[in-house]
């Protein structure tokens, strides 16, 4: 079958990405959105197993293959294991050794103030945003094919502030500089690396806050230059877009999608 998109890589087959936290919300989106590209998924998900397992279900209704992996990407020493168990889901589907795009999504969110975050929550914050990022992109190198692409998830808190994500902003500054550091060091891979910067969507991420509550919602709609708050299918399709041929000499770039949040 004939896909949109072509690679360096090895073989005629289509591509293959890895989408962490893929079962709901801004992963599934991207997932499907891949899907309709052209692009074979597999996702990971950390508790949601029905709902990560209905995402396969909709890829493979529109003709793509796709797998669903459990992953805690806060728990660095279950990284190994979980090498394995992607190297054999990628033969025993796909009859190959390697993957081509790695999309660093999954989250999770807290909302403390400054002088109230604990240690806890930093730790906990910074194990999932970061160091799980870092760690688990080192374990997956070997396991990607030169000529593909890492895609990091950030956040419009990276650019402004609001109270309450001193710690979570943070983390995604870390993120932002750690995609340029990658950009270089893995240039000579053919591997670009970018970020995708997120405004306020509606989802169940941070307990459903910016979706459920009214006046939070309104009150970001009226701060966004198209006056309204951001859904996952805003950002599920740029995704895509950045895993196509047509997007290969984007690379070490902060790409956010708000709406125009904040200007």
């Given at each position: ?197 997120p405004g306020a969507i509606e989802t169940d991420f941070g307990d459903g ?31 895509a877009a950045l895993l196509q041929p047509s997007t290969r000499w984007v ?13």
């Amino acid at each position: 079958m004939t896909t949109s998109v072509t690679l360096t890589p090895s073989s005629s087959s289509s591509p293959i990405v890895l989408i962490t936290g893929g079962s709901r919300g801004l992963g599934r989106s991207a997932a499907l959105a891949a899907a309709k590209s052209g692009i074979d998924v597999v996702l990971t998900y950390r508790q949601q197993a029905a709902e990560a397992h209905a995402v396969v279900a909709e890829i493979e209704s529109l003709g793509r293959r796709a797998v669903a992996l459990a992953l805690d990407v806060g728990d660095v020493a279950s990284f190994g294991a979980f090498a394995a168990q992607l190297a054999q889901a990628l033969q025993t589907t796909w009859q190959r050794e390697r993957f081509d795009f790695l999309v660093n999504n999954a989250g999770m969110g807290v909302h403390t103030p400054f002088a109230e975050t604990t240690e806890a929550q930093f730790d906990a914050l910074a194990n999932v945003h970061f160091k799980g990022v870092f760690f688990l992109t080192q374990k997956l190198l070997p396991l990607m094919n030169d000529g593909g692409r890492i895609l990091n998830v950030s956040s419009g808190l990276a650019r402004f502030a609001l109270p309450g994500y001193a710690a979570y902003a943070a983390m995604k500054g870390a993120i932002e500089v750690l995609s340029r550091y990658l950009a270089k060091e893995l240039g000579p891979r053919g591997i670009a690396v970018n970020v995708v910067a997120p405004g306020a969507i509606e989802t169940d991420f941070g307990d459903g806050a910016v979706r459920d509550n009214a006046q939070l919602n309104a009150f970001i709609a009226s701060q966004t230059a198209l006056g309204r708050v951001g859904v996952p299918d805003d950002i599920g399709p740029l995704v895509a877009a950045l895993l196509q041929p047509s997007t290969r000499w984007v690379n070490a770039q902060r790409v956010e999608a708000s709406g125009g949040m904040f200007l």
